[in-house]
């Protein structure tokens, strides 16, 4: 072991199980890919005002959970605790939304820092699959991405996820909610943190964890009941229409999100085998978010999946991905010569488009055989001084345990014919 470790909160992802992430990580692709989002990529660090503008002054995330650091320039930068806020920059730079081609569909994997209390499932370094729909109010965008993202965690096989649902409301109907909630808040027995994030943000007293302030909080007044007549009906819209494509959800008029850009649409994809670090993925509606970053009034809508939480759910409900083995031929050489023809047959192989390995290492015919084992390869080819001299290779079924010699030349039929 060398001296240096992962630092806290993060870790490594290597094989076997980082085949998991993979896998995790196309299934989520596939969906939006299919649904004509392209892919887009930004820098892992920027200009640390995007944030503090984008995802709040008063969220978690940017007091408490930004890397921030000073470039040697002196530039202010931060580490990128989440995507939408880059995406949208990327977007608003490129003039992706005048090119009359609204909505902007935009999809992106890559990993994202909070420096947050390290526990399982809480990372300070995590990865996350996001889709974004930029620019176009249409609550058949929001349905398409809610229905998306289901479609990514059945494809994976989870079973024990839940939908919640809510809305948030819009700048006409928010602030009369914001101040009945702060007036209702300001009656109760609370310390003085929550009472003062009760003054800048109201709504997060409602996501409160404890259990003596949820007691409180019974009766308090519900968005729900605050929404306007534009955002009842846009949100009856996307429950009808995700309804309709039978995907299930419950509403949870208490769901409020950690960043502070969303509106009407929200939405939390929570798995029950999860414990206390529950949301596998989230997202919603954030119409101002444009605007707040100095650009023009773009109405979007977008999720991100958390891919480490997503392995985790499915180690949770015992689901094994059926995942292709990386190696479909291992070549076995004892001696140098056959060293050197199986060497140019595993280039052969390789160039042909099949998966194909090579016992490295000199070693015996004992050890090679267990690489060849490990490898999950289906075929081995195997060959000695004995075989050369006759011109063939041996060419065994790792499954059934036959065994055939193959003229050298024939190699690569014999090959394909095996494995269909
Ligand atoms: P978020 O809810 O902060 O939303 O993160 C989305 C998902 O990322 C979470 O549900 C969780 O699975 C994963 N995640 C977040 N923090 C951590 C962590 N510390 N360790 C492990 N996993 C984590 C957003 O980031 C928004 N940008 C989503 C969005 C896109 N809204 C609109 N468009």
Redesign the pocket.
């Known amino acids: 072991m060398s001296t240096f470790q992962a630092p806290k909160g993060t870790y490594d992802l290597i094989p076997p199980r980082s085949a998991v992430f993979l896998a995790v990580r196309d299934t989520i692709a596939t969906q939006v890919r299919n649904a004509g989002y392209g892919y887009v990529e930004t820098p892992g660090f920027e200009d640390v005002n995007l944030f503090a503008r984008g995802v709040g002054e008063s969220t978690d995330i940017v007091t408490k959970e930004m890397y921030t650091l000073t470039t040697k320039g002196g530039d202010q930068l931060a580490l990128r605790p989440?995507?939408?806020a880059s995406v949208l920059r990327a977007a608003l730079q490129a003039n992706l939304h005048k090119q009359g081609n609204l909505p902007v569909k935009l999809w992106y994997s890559g990993s994202?820092y909070?420096y947050?209390r390290a526990q399982a499932?809480?990372?300070?370094h995590?990865s996350?699959v996001?889709a974004?729909a930029i620019g176009a109010e249409d609550p058949a965008l929001d349905a398409e991405l809610i229905i998306l993202a289901d479609q990514a965690y059945r494809a994976l096989g989870l079973r024990q996820y839940r939908i919640l649902l809510n809305s948030l409301g819009d700048k006409e109907c928010r602030p009369v909610y914001r101040e009945a909630l702060q007036s209702f808040l300001r009656g109760l027995d609370l310390d003085e943190e929550t009472l003062r994030r009760a003054e800048i943000n109201p709504l997060r007293v409602l996501d409160d964890k404890r259990a003596d302030v949820q007691k409180q909080l019974v009766d308090a007044p519900l968005l729900r009941d605050y929404l306007c007549d534009a955002c009842k009906a846009y949100h009856e819209q996307v429950r009808e229409l995700i309804t309709a494509a039978g995907v299930v959800f419950e509403d949870d008029p208490k769901l409020v999100?950690?960043?502070d850009y969303y509106t009407r649409t929200t939405f939390?994809f929570v798995h029950d085998g999860l414990g206390s670090?529950s949301?596998?993925?989230?997202?919603?509606r954030?119409d101002g978010l444009s605007e707040m970053i100095g650009g023009p009034a773009l109405p979007s809508?977008?999720?991100?999946?958390?891919v480490?939480?997503t392995v985790l759910a499915l180690e949770a409900e015992g689901v094994a991905l059926d995942l292709p083995a990386a190696t479909s031929v291992f070549a076995v050489a004892l001696g140098e010569e056959a060293r050197r023809i199986l060497f140019g047959k595993v280039t052969e192989l390789r160039r042909a488009g099949i998966a194909a390995d090579f016992s490295f290492g000199g070693k015996g015919l004992k050890g090679s055989m267990k690489d060849a084992n490990r490898s999950g390869a289906r075929l081995a080819l195997v060959a000695g001084e004995r075989d050369l001299a006759e011109g063939v290779v041996q060419l065994k079924d790792m499954e059934s345990g036959e065994q055939r010699a193959v003229a050298l030349d024939g190699v690569l039929d014999a090959v394909r014919e095996l494995l269909g």
């Open positions: 989440e995507g939408t994202y909070r947050e499932g809480r990372y300070r995590f996350q996001g974004e999100r950690g960043l939390e670090q949301a596998v993925g989230g997202g919603g954030y809508v977008g999720w991100a999946l958390g480490d939480r």
